[in-house]
C-alpha cells in the first residue's frame, strides 16, 4: 500500500533553516509528480510546491518563493524540502502528497502524516 | 488565484442524518473538484474527485455533485466515523487552492 513518511520537524528560531524528507514506498516513486502542502495547526490546508516525477519542473507558492528549495532523489524513493529563511508563519504542519493526473489535472491521492515545524525563539 | 470558499465553518449532525455540505469557487472549475476527510491529528484522505466520482475505498454514503462554481457534498446517513473536517480543492488551475473547511459535529 501506499505509504509516505515524513521527517525532519522540530523547533527552529526565526531566521533559522530545516530539511524535511519524505520517504515513499508502495509505488512507482518515479512515476508521480510530488507536493508539499502545509496546515497551520487548528487551519486550514495551503499548497506550497510542486516537483515533477523527473525533477524537471518545480513551480513555488509565492509565500516560500526563493526561502524554500524542493528536490526529489528517485533512486531513494525521498522527497525533499529545504527550508531558509524561516519565519513565525511557517509553522505548520507540512504533508508530503503524491499527485496522480486525472482528465489532464492534478489530483492529490494520498498524504504523509505530517511532520511539525514550529518557528519561535 | 482561484478561491475556494465554504460557507459553513462548522455544522452539527445526528448519526443516521443527511447532510449536505457546500462549496463555491471564485471563477468556473469545470468539475475539477475535489472533497478531503480530515480527522484530528490525521492526514487528509481523498473522498471524491472530479466533483462526483467516489475514490476508491471511500463509503458509498458519500456523494458529490455541482459543476462550474457551486459544489456539493452529501453525506446520506451520517455514521459516528464521518465526525470529521471536509476540505473543497479546486484542481483546475495552479496553484491548486482548498475550502477553508467545514468542520461536521455531533449534535
Known amino acids: 500500500q501506499v505509504q509516505l513518511v515524513e521527517s525532519g520537524g522540530g523547533l527552529v528560531k526565526p531566521g533559522g533553516s530545516l530539511r524535511l524528507s519524505c520517504a515513499a514506498s508502495?509505488?512507482?516513486?518515479?512515476?508521480?509528480?510530488m507536493n508539499w502542502i502545509r496546515q497551520v495547526p487548528g487551519k486550514g490546508l495551503e499548497w506550497i510546491v510542486y516537483?515533477?516525477?523527473?525533477?524537471?519542473?518545480?513551480y513555488y507558492a509565492d509565500s516560500v518563493k526563493g526561502r524554500f528549495t524542493i528536490s526529489r532523489d528517485n533512486a531513494r524513493n525521498s522527497l525533499y524540502l529545504q527550508m531558509i529563511g524561516l519565519r513565525a508563519e511557517d509553522t505548520a504542519v507540512y504533508y508530503c502528497a503524491r499527485e496522480k493526473t486525472i482528465a489532464a489535472r492534478p489530483l492529490i491521492d494520498y498524504w504523509g502524516q505530517g511532520t511539525l515545524v514550529t518557528v519561535s525563539s | 488565484d482561484i478561491q475556494m470558499t465554504q460557507s459553513l465553518s462548522s455544522l452539527s449532525a445526528s448519526v443516521g442524518d443527511r447532510v449536505t455540505i457546500t462549496c463555491r469557487a471564485s471563477?468556473?472549475?469545470?468539475?475539477?473538484l475535489n472533497w478531503y476527510q480530515q480527522k484530528p491529528g490525521k492526514a487528509p484522505k481523498l473522498l471524491i474527485y472530479g466533483a462526483s466520482n467516489l475514490q476508491s475505498g471511500a463509503p458509498s454514503r458519500f456523494s458529490g455533485s455541482g459543476s462550474g462554481t457551486d459544489f456539493t457534498l452529501t453525506i446520506s446517513s451520517l455514521q459516528p466515523e464521518d465526525f470529521a473536517t471536509y476540505y473543497c480543492q479546486q484542481s483546475y488551475s495552479s496553484p491548486i487552492t482548498f475550502g477553508q473547511g467545514t468542520r461536521l459535529e455531533i449534535k
Open positions: 471563477q468556473s472549475i469545470s468539475t475539477y
Open positions: 508502495g509505488f512507482t516513486f518515479s512515476d508521480y509528480y
Open positions: 516537483i515533477s516525477s523527473s525533477g524537471g519542473t518545480i
